[in-house]
């Protein structure tokens, strides 16, 4: 899943990194220049990329990692697991929570497809 060409590039002595999303389709790239130490969710808000479907988008935790609605996958550049749903996105496959992962290095993530919680615009 990690292959090359869709990897961002790095830049280890930058103040920010690139962030590569990726739409649920797989067609839409944005490249977002992300500072270190942002958490996804915060820096998918603030480009107007939602990582929420249409109904969670006001119906969600605010970033405190307990609505699991803000789910997101990474391709590569993936970061280390601090949080506990990370445990279970590792053992069953589930996305990660785009607000418990902060950005330090460069990354390529995926929105999902959201069916629960009503579908996407």
């Given at each position: 899943m990690d292959d090359p060409e869709s990897r961002p590039e790095r830049d280890p002595a930058g103040p920010t990194v690139t962030v590569r999303v990726r739409d649920t389709d797989g067609k839409r790239v944005t490249d977002l220049s992300v500072e270190r130490g942002t958490v996804l969710r915060d820096a998918l808000l603030e480009a107007g990329i939602s990582p929420?479907?249409?109904?969670?988008?006001?119906?969600?935790?605010?970033?405190?990692?307990?609505?699991a609605t803000c789910g997101v996958r990474i391709r590569s550049g993936e970061p280390t697991a601090h949080h506990?749903?990370?445990d279970l996105a590792a053992r069953f496959g589930y996305p990660r929570l785009s607000c418990q992962i902060r950005v330090d290095e460069p990354m390529t993530v995926e929105l999902v497809e959201k069916t629960v919680w009503g579908g996407r615009e």
């Open positions: 929420y479907a249409r109904l969670t988008k006001r119906a969600n935790c605010g970033g405190r990692g307990l609505c506990w749903h990370d």
